[in-house]
């Protein structure tokens, strides 16, 4: 269903994204931020997923600034230390550099933009909703939220963790919700990962309650 495609952040960084057409006119535009791993076939099945419920979806390769373009990893344990070597040394402002681009790309199609973005993904699509002009923000466990908790949110937001998750306190999922209270924040029984049908931790209660939620919001907000 979808496309590799090549984009241009205004700093003049050119990065490779996924694109995936909507089935029909789009409803909207929904930006997919990827977890540590890359723009792999999680990320491109979730693409496309949106794509075939009506919405253009586009997921940008946040790790084309780096050495490792094209990044594309699995959920083994040496896969799991790249990604994490690849986050540890990325910057913030530069993802949403990529981001905002492709928010315009969207915009520039007349339609409304929404990000969804998870694990590391989550953090940004976080930032997203609190610095750029998106109409919705969906985090799933994001877990390096807490820096820019005092940010306020432009949009509507909506945040989904799991109680199990090992990475991501309970505490600071309070102290979130604290500093968002018009936020829409879900606790699952479940842990960390908990959406992604390709890892051990998938629980499908919780990711088809956590997708239902998800949707129902872009359908309010970018329709």
């Known amino acids: 269903m979808g496309a590799d495609i090549t984009l241009t952040a205004e700093d003049g960084h050119s990065f490779g994204a996924y694109r995936a057409e909507a089935n ?3 409803k909207g535009g929904i930006v ?6 890359g723009v792999n076939a999680h990320i491109r ?3 496309d997923r ?3 419920e009506g919405y253009l979806a ?3 390769a946040l790790y084309d600034r780096t050495d490792n373009k094209n990044c594309n990893l699995g959920y083994t344990p040496e896969d799991m230390g790249i990604g994490v070597a690849l986050k540890d040394a990325f910057s913030w402002d530069l993802c949403m ?3 905002k681009s492709v928010v315009a790309v969207m915009a520039g199609e007349g339609l409304k933009v929404g990000t969804v973005g998870y694990c590391w993904g989550g953090t940004i699509s976080y930032l997203a909703g609190t610095r750029l002009p998106v109409a919705a923000s969906v985090v799933y466990y994001g877990g390096q939220i807490m820096p820019y908790v005092d940010e306020k949110e432009r949009c509507p937001m909506l945040m989904h963790f799991g109680e199990q998750d090992a990475g ?6 309070a102290a979130i919700g604290k500093a968002h209270p018009d936020a829409e924040v879900h606790i699952y029984d479940a842990g960390h990962g908990f959406n992604c049908d390709h890892r051990g931790s998938y629980d499908e209660v919780a990711g088809d309650l956590a997708r239902q939620r998800t949707m129902a919001l872009f359908e309010k907000q970018l329709v």
């Not at 997919?32 to 791993?37: A, L, N, T």
């Not at 991501?168 to 999922?173: A, R």
């Open 32 to 37: 997919v931020i990827q977890e540590i791993f």
């Open 50 to 52: 949106f794509a075939s």
């Open 45 to 47: 099945e979730t693409c």
């Open 97 to 99: 550099l990529d981001v």
């Open 168 to 173: 991501i306190p309970l505490d600071d999922v």
């Open 24 to 26: 029909g006119t789009a």
């Open 58 to 60: 586009i997921a940008p």
